[in-house]
């Protein structure tokens, strides 16, 4: 492996960024958080981000970088497991021409997209196990190598991972790497769910509202309403039921809207089924006579003999009606005229 080249120095840290506003709320838990963030902003330092699904990791994440000596450079967001496993090197790593089928020209990854500036992690914990080595490798020595490349292309970026599963119990199972697990856990932040800061609730709602553009009016019994209610989905929950009241034209979250919205009613599938149309009769049935085996069968005449039993059996029962006869068998009437032609059959009536 040839030598890295060496980065151009970076400037010094601007201590005291300023925390991104997305992180609403005044409770005791979300100030600790920002204070967490402002200390760990203005290192240099990997910081994991644990938490429910819906918790606003990605908000933490970009906050960090907002607040960080790498604000100017660009915010890298991945959702490992999101990529299918049979592109994930390709996507982080990049790949040179012809390094996989398909490949018709250089592609650049992630990692080194994130030149000078900080690359998101999520769902680390969903990354496999052989990139997992492979990005130990380049946090380790600051460099990538692309898919078919020899190469080593040197990288400067900033890691924040998140992770909503216990990746201790990951490791203990083999399912994570010990070694990368270390790696990433220098600075911990642990989001909380919304469940534990109720009482930001209504800042938040009024924080969604207007990334809307819309304003909703909370009442008092509203508030007690949302602060009531569990939030399994978390953030990602509470902004889906300010979306839908605007969508659905609401401008007052009162309690009886805030239930009918949290719960949808859902049309019972009985309802559908006595609101359909009735099914058509179905086609008559018409006896098939088979020819007794012959040795060797010749099949195709077989079928072609018993399609012309059919066909003079649905003639018999419409009367020698041609159109009736050919809803009898769910074919059209031109192709039943074209079938009748060339078994030499005819109709009684045949202008129907």
Known sequence: ????????????????????????GNSPAMRELRQSIARVAVTEATVLISGPSGSGKENAARAVHAASPRASGPFEAVNCGAI??????????????????????????????????????????????PLQVKLLRALETRSIERLGGGRPIAVDFRLVAATNVDLEAAVAQGRFRADLYWRLAVVWLDLPPLAARREDIPALVAHFSDALRQRLHLPDCGREALIAHGWPGNLRELRNLVERALAHGERVLDAETIARLLHPRRRPMQDWLAAA???????????????????????KALMAEAEAALIAEALAASGGTIA?????????????VEKMKRMGLKAANEAA
């Open 324 to 336: 009736q006869s050919a809803r009898l068998l769910g074919m059209k009437r031109t192709t039943l």
């Open 277 to 299: 149309p009735p099914a058509p009769p179905p086609a008559r049935e018409f006896p098939m006579q088979m020819a007794a085996p012959i040795s060797p069968m010749d099949l």
């Open 84 to 129: 299918p496993h049979e592109l994930a090197e390709a996507e982080l790593f990049g790949a040179e021409a012809g390094a996989y089928t398909g490949a018709q020209k250089q592609r650049i990854g992630r990692l080194e997209a994130a030149q000078g500036g900080t690359l998101f992690l999520d769902e680390i914990g969903d990354l496999p196990l």
């Open 1 to 24: 492996m040839g030598e890295v080249p060496l980065l151009p120095p970076r400037p010094s840290p601007r201590h005291g960024g300023r925390v991104s506003a997305d992180l609403v």
